[in-house]
């Protein structure tokens, strides 16, 4: 399959896979674009939110964007400022997403997500369920059982080699985030999934506030997984969770 490359405003290079989407055509294809070098928050957000207007509009097709960001944390719309331990270390930058803080960097696979959901129901619940199945079923293609936890947002791994809590719950760690924002009803944000990150750099902050748990990776559980595996495993599992989102 062939790749063409095309750049942003801000000169990020990007490797686009499939077919390219012409503007004023919408394709029940979603296209599916891979960063080759670590995107700058700010510029990220600013491509996502001019994609999303552009797919409202509909002058652009639904895409997924493949990246990694240099380190730095984000803060989502339920965000306490006590979760942030450490505000010197990284960047913090606010941001209109669901959620609470999140660690980004390299090492770790960010996959914003740009569906229209004018065609795939309106329903925010059912979308958010979508995407934690597909983190599942991704991680599954590993031999990796992901799990999600009411009350406790992302997709989490059980630890039974570690102690349990001072409570006596049994431990587990989070591999995976996910932080959406719906404008015009269309998705951007996404989700994020923990190849080999510095899980220290988790440290700086309360992730998704939820403390006494951990942060893992796919590295961290023993998978010797690189970030292409992982792109061709969300790949191969993307359509098998969003087929039945019909696009009308």
Known sequence: MGHFRKTLPFETALRSGDKPVRAGHIAAMVEWITSDAPVPYPEAVAWMEARADAIARG???????????????????????????????????????????????????????????????????????????????????????????????????????????PDGTPREDKIAAIGVRIRKWVSFHGISINVDPDLDHFDGIVPCGISGHGVTSLVDLGLLVTMDDLDVALKRTFDEVFTSDQVS
């Open 59 to 165: 002058e652009a097709g639904e895409c997924i964007w493949l990246l990694e960001h240099p380190p730095l944390y984000t803060a989502g719309t339920s965000a306490n400022p006590a979760d942030l331990r450490m505000p010197d270390r990284f960047p913090v930058y606010e941001t209109r997403r669901g959620g609470q803080y999140t660690y980004h960097g390299p090492g770790q696979r960010v996959a914003y997500v740009l569906l229209d959901l004018n065609k795939r129901g309106r329903d925010i619940r059912r979308f958010v369920t979508s995407l934690e199945t597909w983190v599942i079923a991704a991680l599954a293609e590993f031999n990796l059982r992901g799990e999600i936890r009411p009350g406790r947002v992302g997709v989490w791994v059980a630890r039974p080699e570690k102690p349990p809590l």
